[in-house]
């Protein structure tokens, strides 16, 4: 089912948690609610969910108009960070509570029941208590519990941050594997950019109640629509500095104290006037360590080195200036060591100085 936000906004008193967010959830998709703490995730789910009623705006389930519906009628199943299972009933009964507020016959209960915990594999453990379960069991039992009512939506808060790191990426899985098996648009809110990267659609990208962007993971981090994304895409993060578009024969950009200019490719050429300002963005691995100042974009010490996988992260520095960079490790750079760095062409974002938008 499609869901439509249009418009919607939501004050606490003098706190605008959300500022007309306009967006469009495609049925069957699993889409991530990315951002900082109090970036306005929750409220969103919780206004989906009817839990909240917006200050302004319009919320569609399909075409229908769901502000003034209450939340037991929404069809929505919902899963939150601690689980909040019912300590003093077994697996099943926990699974099979929706159908039973649904009033659905014992027989049905008991069948649907069995069929959600084979989906989420814990059907060995149906007549365990939640204290007998481990944190990622129980969890699995949250989601059982959420999808046996058939909801046409499954709102999961946070729901892998009490879980060990090995345990957050096993579930993490499960919930793309369950999520695809049964079709349920999935609405699913996390502050780890890494886990929204690997499990989503889509991810809407929020900062202080404002939409940033709307798109598909690989396209936010290819081509992120301010300094903002860039910067919480990526881990280790973008390098940001300040450049100027220089024109000394070809048009150019000359990061930070930079003698050397990179040139300015075409996408940029237009946008971009000889002596604009701008802040410019590298990723750690778009990075080239070269000897030829035709291709230097950046030159600084060796400060810091360390290995990460398959790779060696670099820092250097240049008058205060920082810059990450992972390097082959067969490139055999010491700490101390002056290099010189050219970034991979087309790779290099630009933004603007003062808002931080992106150019291209
Ligand atoms: P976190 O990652 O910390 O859970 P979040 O992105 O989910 O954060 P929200 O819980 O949606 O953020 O909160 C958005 C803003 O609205 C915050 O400034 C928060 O303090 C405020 N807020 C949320 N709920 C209420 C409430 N019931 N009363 C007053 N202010 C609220």
């Given at each position: 089912m499609k869901i439509t936000m249009k418009e919607v906004t939501m004050k606490f008193n003098d706190v605008t948690a959300l500022d007309q967010l306009s967006v469009d959830f495609e049925p069957g998709n699993l889409i991530s609610l990315l951002g900082p703490s109090g970036c306005g995730k929750s409220t969103t789910l919780f206004l989906l969910a009817g839990l909240h009623q917006p200050t302004a705006g319009e919320i569609y389930f399909g075409s229908q108009l769901m502000n003034q519906v209450r939340p037991e009628n929404r069809g929505i199943g919902m899963v939150f960070q601690n689980y909040?299972?019912?300590?003093?009933?077994?697996v099943q009964e926990n699974i099979e509570f929706p159908l039973k507020i649904k009033k659905a016959p014992e027989k049905e209960r008991a069948r649907r029941a069995m069929d959600m915990a084979e989906l989420v594999k814990i059907?060995?453990?149906?007549?365990?208590?939640?204290?007998?379960?481990?944190g990622g069991q129980q969890q699995r039992v949250a989601i059982a519990r959420a999808l046996a009512g058939s909801p046409k939506l499954l709102l999961l808060d946070e729901p892998l941050s009490n879980l060990d790191a090995r345990l957050r990426l096993e579930t993490r899985e499960e919930i793309r594997r369950i999520q695809r098996e049964t079709g349920v648009t999935t609405i699913f809110v996390t502050h780890d950019q890494e886990e929204a990267m690997s499990i989503s659609d889509k991810i809407l990208i929020m900062n202080a109640g404002h939409q940033q962007q709307f798109c598909p993971p690989q396209e936010m981090y290819e081509k992120p629509a301010n300094a903002f994304v860039a910067a919480f895409l990526g881990n280790p993060p973008i390098n940001l500095m300040e450049a100027v578009c220089t024109d000394a024969g070809m048009p150019g950009i000359r990061l930070h104290t930079m003698e050397h200019a990179v040139p300015l490719t075409d996408v940029f050429r237009e946008a971009l006037p000889t002596g604009q300002r701008c802040q410019a963005g590298i990723r750690p691995e778009d990075w080239f360590v070269t000897n030829d100042t035709a291709h230097t974009a950046f030159t600084g010490k060796v400060i810091h080195k360390e290995t990460i996988g398959r790779d060696t992260l670099i820092r250097i520095e240049r008058d205060g200036v920082f810059v990450r960079a992972l390097v082959q490790p067969q490139a055999n750079i010491l700490l101390g060591d002056s290099i010189s760095l050219g970034v991979q062409s087309g790779k290099m974002k630009l933004f603007h100085i003062d808002t931080g938008k992106a150019y291209a």
């Amino acid at each position: 089912m499609k869901i439509t936000m249009k418009e919607v906004t939501m004050k606490f008193n003098d706190v605008t948690a959300l500022d007309q967010l306009s967006v469009d959830f495609e049925p069957g998709n699993l889409i991530s609610l990315l951002g900082p703490s109090g970036c306005g995730k929750s409220t969103t789910l919780f206004l989906l969910a009817g839990l909240h009623q917006p200050t302004a705006g319009e919320i569609y389930f399909g075409s229908q108009l769901m502000n003034q519906v209450r939340p037991e009628n929404r069809g929505i199943g919902m899963v939150f960070q601690n689980y909040a299972l019912y300590p003093h009933m077994t697996v099943q009964e926990n699974i099979e509570f929706p159908l039973k507020i649904k009033k659905a016959p014992e027989k049905e209960r008991a069948r649907r029941a069995m069929d959600m915990a084979e989906l989420v594999k814990i059907g060995e453990l149906l007549k365990r208590k939640p204290r007998q379960l481990s944190g990622g069991q129980q969890q699995r039992v949250a989601i059982a519990r959420a999808l046996a009512g058939s909801p046409k939506l499954l709102l999961l808060d946070e729901p892998l941050s009490n879980l060990d790191a090995r345990l957050r990426l096993e579930t993490r899985e499960e919930i793309r594997r369950i999520q695809r098996e049964t079709g349920v648009t999935t609405i699913f809110v996390t502050h780890d950019q890494e886990e929204a990267m690997s499990i989503s659609d889509k991810i809407l990208i929020m900062n202080a109640g404002h939409q940033q962007q709307f798109c598909p993971p690989q396209e936010m981090y290819e081509k992120p629509a301010n300094a903002f994304v860039a910067a919480f895409l990526g881990n280790p993060p973008i390098n940001l500095m300040e450049a100027v578009c220089t024109d000394a024969g070809m048009p150019g950009i000359r990061l930070h104290t930079m003698e050397h200019a990179v040139p300015l490719t075409d996408v940029f050429r237009e946008a971009l006037p000889t002596g604009q300002r701008c802040q410019a963005g590298i990723r750690p691995e778009d990075w080239f360590v070269t000897n030829d100042t035709a291709h230097t974009a950046f030159t600084g010490k060796v400060i810091h080195k360390e290995t990460i996988g398959r790779d060696t992260l670099i820092r250097i520095e240049r008058d205060g200036v920082f810059v990450r960079a992972l390097v082959q490790p067969q490139a055999n750079i010491l700490l101390g060591d002056s290099i010189s760095l050219g970034v991979q062409s087309g790779k290099m974002k630009l933004f603007h100085i003062d808002t931080g938008k992106a150019y291209a």
